[in-house]
């Protein structure tokens, strides 16, 4: 028998043993079974989101369109209820505005504002009703001639100012007129001496509604029944009326103002002259209702280089305004100007002279205000000048380039002239003015025009003995798209009324 062989055989079944177990070498086995997998990640949730809707009614045509939070924009067309494309998660904010609206219907919304809570929102109510013209007689305490801008409170009270007659001093008077009154209530009866104003143009409430502010173009301790003039407050809860400050108190002081000033950004009043200042062309000033400190910013210094006469103010950022003039410029036609304010002084540019010929269009002239729309652009019209010389509605650029004129009066019962004060923009988009002259009574009208220049009259003044020929009554827009103002002659007595388009 053979030992060793059977030796041999033996160690190598054992090898093939222990490599068959994993005891060790490289070849043959298998290695341990593995682990089974585990349960797969489940996904991240998406969070739940909820549509912002809600009903529309009174309307059955084209032009209204609404905003969500500013961005999200839905066209309605007919009543009904509506839905915003863009869903919103839970505790997310929501606002709804109206963004544009047909010319002939006010459209409001209820309900619009909130938070999401873990639902959808269908509660937003989008009402829209046919826009009318009402008014209301100035003379019923003894005024005459509504001059400036009108003032209405958030519990729609209306304040205004007329330029005379009032039978006690016949410098004019501060007024009230209640919602749905037809007589207005007397609050002051200017005195039109060296100790109080005289000739009152306009109003501005503060924006608390506490406060009212205006200034009268005459009297106070250096004026006269033809110089001068104050800037005044009148509180509305008790009633007091102060005089802030006497204009002309220095050669180099700014007199006549013809407009109120208005409440910029950092809490002060920014308001005009027309005239007074170095050269007699009119400042800017600045007014601290805090503190009670009046400072000149501004002398303007007429023809050729500057503008002469400025009128009313537009904020655009902290320290930059924008105006128009009256005269002045380089055909001494008036100007837009852009005013920057740094500390106690401003730098006035001149962005635009009329009075020359812009391509084959003879410009307007005398500018009394402009309004900054959505497309960035400046919008006003002139008082004259134009193909008819009843004045234009011009827009341009805020660094003066790209001046364009839109459309020149041609009076007229379809057309209307001679627009005597700013312009402002509605909640539908449009550039809503007036004018003295033109219409189905030639006493002036209401007028809007979008931004590519399609103009249309709202309203004619002076039929049927309603109020005419609205002069300096620049025209005060409500967030809703109520519109307010006033008439110099016409109305009962032909003493001037005060109205309302919404």
């Known amino acids: 028998m053979n030992t060793s062989r059977i030796l041999a055989c033996a160690v190598a079944a054992a090898a093939?043993?222990?490599?068959?177990?994993?005891?060790?070498?490289?070849?043959?086995?298998?290695?341990?079974?593995p682990k089974p997998p585990g349960p797969p990640?489940?996904?991240?949730?998406?969070?739940?989101?909820?549509?912002?809707?809600?009903?529309?009614t009174g309307i059955s045509g084209p032009g209204l369109s609404l905003l969500d939070n500013g961005g999200d924009l839905l066209s309605i067309s007919a009543a009904g209820p509506f839905v915003f494309p863009t869903l919103l998660s839970a505790g997310a904010a929501y606002d709804v505005t109206v963004s544009t609206a047909p010319p002939?219907?006010?459209?409001?919304?209820?309900?619009?504002?909130?938070?999401?809570?873990?639902?959808n929102v269908g509660n937003v109510a989008v009402a829209c009703k046919a826009r009318t013209f009402t008014e209301a007689a100035a003379n019923s305490a003894g005024g005459n001639s509504v001059s400036g801008q009108v003032a209405v409170a958030a519990d729609g009270t209306i304040y205004f100012a007329t330029w005379s007659n009032v039978a006690s001093t016949g410098s004019g008077g501060l007024y009230s007129l209640a919602p749905g009154a037809s007589t207005a209530t007397l609050l002051h009866a200017f005195g039109g001496s060296t100790s109080d104003g005289g000739n009152p143009d306009g109003v501005e409430l503060s924006p608390d509604g506490s406060t009212l502010y205006g200034v009268t173009s005459h009297w106070g301790t250096h004026g006269t029944a033809n110089a001068g003039g104050t800037l005044y407050s009148y509180s509305v809860a008790t009633g007091t009326y102060t005089v802030l400050v006497n204009f002309g108190a220095t050669p180099s002081d700014g007199q006549i103002p013809f407009v109120p000033p208005i409440f910029g950004s950092d809490g002060m009043l920014y308001g005009t002259t027309s005239a007074g200042g170095t050269g007699g062309f009119g400042t800017a000033y600045r007014y601290d209702p805090a503190t009670g400190t009046y400072t000149d910013l501004y002398q303007f210094g007429g023809q050729p280089?500057?503008?002469?006469?400025?009128?009313?103010?537009?904020?655009?950022?902290?320290?930059?305004?924008?105006?128009?003039?009256?005269?002045?410029?380089?055909?001494?036609?008036?100007?837009?100007?852009?005013?920057?304010?740094?500390g106690n002084t401003a730098t006035d540019t001149v962005l635009h002279?009329?009075?020359?010929?812009?391509?084959?269009?003879?410009?307007?002239?005398?500018?009394?205000?402009?309004?900054?729309?959505?497309?960035?652009?400046?919008?006003?019209?002139?008082?004259?000048?134009?193909?008819?010389?009843?004045?234009v509605i011009y827009s341009l650029n805020t660094?003066?380039?790209?001046?364009?004129?839109?459309?020149s009066f041609a009076g007229g019962t379809l057309d209307g002239g001679n627009s005597w004060g700013g312009v402002v923009q509605g909640t539908d988009g449009k550039i809503y003015g007036l004018t003295m002259i033109?219409?189905?009574?030639?006493?002036g009208t209401l007028w809007d025009m979008d931004l590519s220049g399609t103009f249309g009259i709202r309203h004619s003044f002076g039929a049927n003995g309603q109020g005419s020929a609205p002069q300096n009554c620049p025209i005060t827009m409500l967030p809703d798209g109520r519109i307010y103002g006033g008439t110099g002659p016409g109305g009962p007595g032909n003493n001037g009324t005060v109205w309302s388009y919404q």
């Open 104 to 119: 002939t219907l006010a459209c409001t919304a209820t309900g619009a504002s909130g938070t999401v809570a873990k639902a």
């Open 353 to 391: 002279s009329f009075g020359g010929t812009i391509g084959s269009q003879t410009d307007g002239s005398s500018s009394y205000g402009v309004v900054k729309a959505t497309d960035g652009r400046l919008y006003g019209a002139t008082f004259s000048g134009g193909s008819n010389n009843l004045g």
């Open 305 to 342: 280089a500057d503008g002469a006469a400025p009128f009313a103010l537009i904020q655009d950022g902290p320290g930059v305004f924008y105006g128009a003039s009256n005269s002045g410029g380089q055909n001494n036609a008036g100007t837009v100007f852009k005013l920057t304010v740094s």
């Open 41 to 56: 990640t489940p996904p991240t949730p998406t969070p739940l989101q909820y549509s912002i809707g809600g009903t529309a």
């Open 16 to 33: 093939l043993s222990l490599g068959g177990c994993g005891g060790g070498g490289s070849g043959g086995g298998s290695g341990p079974t």
């Open 438 to 443: 033109g219409g189905s009574a030639n006493t």
């Open 399 to 407: 660094d003066g380039s790209g001046y364009t004129i839109l459309h």
